[in-house]
């Protein structure tokens, strides 16, 4: 792997859709920077901080959330004279998205009074009442098309269909939820999935035209759906939950065909390769060197010297640091917090938030773990590659660490003081996006070999 070296950054930084730039927020000014010199292509200066950025699908327009305001700032790259800003006055903006087409923008208002669709072609703008969630309950269709959108009226949860041409809203059916959390159109477009509230464990299979196909509820009396995702092929849909299992429905008759467990201790018969991270120091005398403390690589320690990091494979039985969430405390960190999908659907990651250093990989062919990660620190973030079998992820470390089917391994690096606390892959999975409390770089991924061959101290 090669690295660029660090900027700084102030707030959020993104890929474009087309993989040409990457978008950096520093304080109030939108720097654009070209992905393959990594030169301002563009500078733009907005009204206050930066606190949200999202490219149009098309990469040719790009919002900025200016929620402190709150305002909504969008530029072109193409006609850098071009502006638009969006104030709703005193309703406020607390959230913003673009549409499919790349020609509307969808804010949210303070207080969820509003949503209103904003046109860049003619100044148009729609208004839907009483849209449930500010960040969340809206999702487009594949084809962009339709949009779902939640709204809440009368003390009950209900999914507006609009068309996202004209924006009419071509359909609208209450939900059996008592506090809709969010919603998801499948990747077919065939079911949209509702589910509940953490308080109540209740996930429901809508088709668009409102008729429900399946509610799941696995039990009752207890802290419900956490975290749910449709695999890219469309056929399964994983619900984690705060029982600390993953259940993963099918899409012909909606029943569970896998439940995984995490346990705290795993033992014998089991499969999977179990990697633990460790330390290793690297004995080099330098005693007679004299360096400055820029040139010492991030790697080092200065009572210990230099740390080489890297995996060993464990012996059963094992058993992975168990945090018990204090019972007086809302939002308790247990359960599925984190869980995404491989591209071919055939592997899926998951974290239980109770036991935040070890990340789990599963394989939905053999119905079993296929390895688990137990890393020192807690796992931030954990990102498939867009192209092929590959998981990387972050603790906060200057390290990276990624998993193939053929094993795993660690990589350092070179920029000296920068603690990897989150990463974003860009669509070609060619390029990684890596960033520090304020400061980021970027990472170019070579292709993985047909028969990888790493081993788990590269």
Known sequence: MEFTEAYKQTGPCCFS?????????????????DTFSFQVVQLFSCLDKISYIEWALDSEYILCGLYKKPMIQAWSLS?????????????????????????????????????????????????????????????????????AICTRRDCK?????????????????????????????SPDD?????????????????????????????????????????????????????????????????????????????????????????????????????????FMPSNYDASEGYISVRYEVMELPVTFPFQKPPADKPNPK????????????????????????????????????AAILVQKEPIRAAVWDPTCTRLLLCTGSSHLYMWTPSGAFCVCSPLPGFSITDLKWNIDGSCLLLKDKDAFCCATVPPLPESSDYSSDD
């Not at 950096?24 to 920077?33: E, G, M, S």
């Not at 949503?115 to 849209?131: D, E, F, K, M, R």
């Open 334 to 369: 247990q359960g599925v917090g984190l869980l995404a999908w491989s591209k071919d659907s055939q592997y899926i990651c998951t974290r239980n938030d109770s036991m935040p250093t070890a990340l789990w990989i599963w394989d939905m062919q053999r119905l079993e773990v």
């Open 17 to 33: 859709p087309n993989s040409r730039y990457v978008a950096v927020a520093n304080d109030y000014r939108l720097v654009i920077r």
């Open 157 to 185: 949860d209900y999914v507006n269909l609009l068309s996202c041409q004209s924006w009419e809203i071509m359909g609208s059916f209450a939900v059996d939820t008592l506090d809709l959390a969010d919603l998801e159109w």
């Open 79 to 147: 006609q850098p004279e071009w502006t638009c800003k969006i104030d709703e006055g005193p309703a406020g903006v607390s959230y913003a998205r673009w549409s499919p087409d790349s020609r509307h923008i969808l804010t949210t208002s303070e207080f969820q009074l509003r949503l209103t669709v904003w046109s860049l072609l003619n100044t148009a703008c729609v208004h839907v009442q009483w849209p449930k969630h500010g960040s969340k309950g809206v999702s487009f269709n594949k084809d962009g098309k339709f949009a």
């Open 190 to 294: 065939s079911s949209i999935v509702v589910w509940d509230s953490p308080l109540e464990y209740k996930v429901l299979i809508y088709s668009p035209d409102g008729r429900c196909l399946f509610k799941y509820q696995a039990y009752e009396c207890g802290l419900g759906v956490k975290t749910v995702s449709w695999s890219p092929c469309g056929q399964f849909l994983a619900i984690g939950s705060y029982d600390q299992m993953l259940r993963v429905l099918n899409h012909l008759t909606w029943k569970t065909f896998a439940e995984f467990l995490h346990l705290s201790t795993v033992r014998a018969p089991c499969f999977a390769a179990i990697f633990k991270e460790i330390d290793e120091p690297l004995q080099l005398d330098m005693s007679e060197l004299s360096l400055d403390d820029n």
